[in-house]
């Protein structure tokens, strides 16, 4: 059983910064993609940041330039760095990893519980 565990989040004022951690713990053979999403009220879920095995990165348009994701595997954590943060980054940022359990399965993705990020002064 893997679970993934989120950290980080608050309240912040327009210009601040948060730095948000996901662990993942359990039975972990390897894992593949690492990333968060963010969910506002009254919209859909969106990708806010993607980062590789291989160290690929992909970013939204709306947080390039002021975000930042980045991991360890040997804590199989990843870390989403957020700068210059604005009203409209308020939102529930969920983390996501792709992940096998065994070198013979096929890897499945698991989702941290959330946490709230609220940006205003």
């Known amino acids: 059983q893997v679970q993934l565990v989120e950290s980080g989040g608050g309240l912040v004022q327009p210009g601040g910064s948060l730095r948000l951690s996901c662990a993942a713990s359990?039975?972990?053979?390897?894992?593949?993609?690492m990333a968060w999403y963010r969910q506002a009220p009254g919209k859909q879920r969106e990708l806010v940041a993607r980062?590789?095995?291989?160290?690929?990165?992909n970013y939204s348009n709306s947080v390039k330039g002021r975000f930042t994701i980045s991991r360890d595997n040997a804590k199989n954590t990843v870390y989403l760095q957020m700068n210059s943060l604005k009203p409209e980054d308020t939102a529930v940022y969920y983390c996501?990893?792709?992940?096998?359990?065994?070198?013979?399965?096929?890897?499945?993705?698991?989702w941290g519980q959330g946490t709230q990020v609220t940006v205003s002064s």
């Open positions: 996501y990893q792709d992940i096998a359990w065994d070198s013979s399965v096929r890897a499945q993705g698991y």
């Open positions: 359990g039975t972990i053979f390897t894992i593949y993609a």
């Open positions: 980062v590789t095995s291989l160290g690929r990165l």
